[in-house]
T-cell receptor
Framework: EADIYQTPRYLVIGTGKKITLECSQTMGHDKMYWYQQDPGMELHLIHYSYGVNSTEKGDLSSESTVSRIRTEHFPLTLESARPSHTSQYLC????????????FGPGTRLLVL | AQSVTQLDSQVPVFEEAPVELRCNYSSSVSVYLFWYVQYPNQGLQLLLKYLSGSTLVKGINGFEAEFNKSQTSFHLRKPSVHISDTAEYFCAVSGNTGFQKLVFGTGTRLLVSP
């Protein structure tokens, strides 16, 4: 069983608010990822990290930002939430190496009013 | 770049019947292939993966998949499904070099009824 946690699980917030979605893993994985998933749609990679102090943008353009100050922690921040940011956000991690499995957290469902 | 096509958005099936969920991919390089399952209000869990070697891959919960390079397919099968198999199933592909980002299909909802 993978140990990767996301908080909050559900968030309803007003337009213009700053929010941070938390993601933590206790497996010591170097690689971490953030995906955005809309209902009935595929997952889109929005950010990833090779390790501490490494962050890269993914395939889907996102107004969010991420940081990786500690191996186990990979928070995602939206400076000013908008209704278009309403979605599910999934965090994942994997060991370094070829063909490694990505382990997913339970997700955060965000609703911006 | 890689892409994945899951032809069926929803597959209804009766309990104890066999099921096949279809997945086709495209890639200009050699690939790794994955099937993940997502239960309601949960994250994704790996069912099985193909990296190399035998083209028939066995996974958890009685699922298996076969890699067919000539048809660029990686269909998921189970000989007898249970009600508890009701979930969303995602096929994913990555190249086998570099960062190996996963590219996901749109998912297939498996609905098992009694």
């Amino acid at each position: 069983e993978a140990d990767i946690y996301q908080t909050p699980r559900y968030l309803v917030i007003g337009t213009g608010k700053k929010i941070t979605l938390e993601c933590s893993q206790t497996m010591g994985h170097d690689k971490m990822y953030w995906y955005q998933q809309d209902p009935g749609m595929e997952l889109h990679l929005i950010h990833y990290s090779y390790g501490v102090n490494s962050t890269e943008k993914g395939d889907l353009s996102s107004e969010s930002t991420v940081s990786r100050i500690r191996t186990e922690h990979f928070p995602l921040t939206l400076e000013s939430a908008r209704p278009s940011h309403t979605s599910q956000y999934l965090c994942a991690s994997s060991p370094s190496g070829s063909g490694e499995t990505q382990y997913f957290g339970p997700g955060t469902r965000l609703l911006v009013l | 770049a890689q892409s994945v096509t899951q032809l069926d958005s929803q597959v209804p099936v009766f309990e104890e019947a066999p099921v096949e969920l279809r997945c086709n991919y495209s890639s200009s390089v050699s690939v790794y292939l994955f099937w993940y399952v997502q239960y309601p209000n949960q994250g994704l869990q790996l069912l099985l993966k193909y990296l190399s070697g035998s083209t028939l891959v066995k996974g958890i919960n009685g699922f298996e998949a076969e890699f067919n390079k000539s048809q660029t397919s990686f269909h998921l099968r189970k000989p007898s499904v249970h009600i508890s198999d009701t979930a969303e199933y995602f096929c994913a592909v990555s190249g086998n070099t570099g960062f190996q980002k996963l590219v996901f299909g749109t998912g297939t909802r498996l609905l098992v009824s009694p």
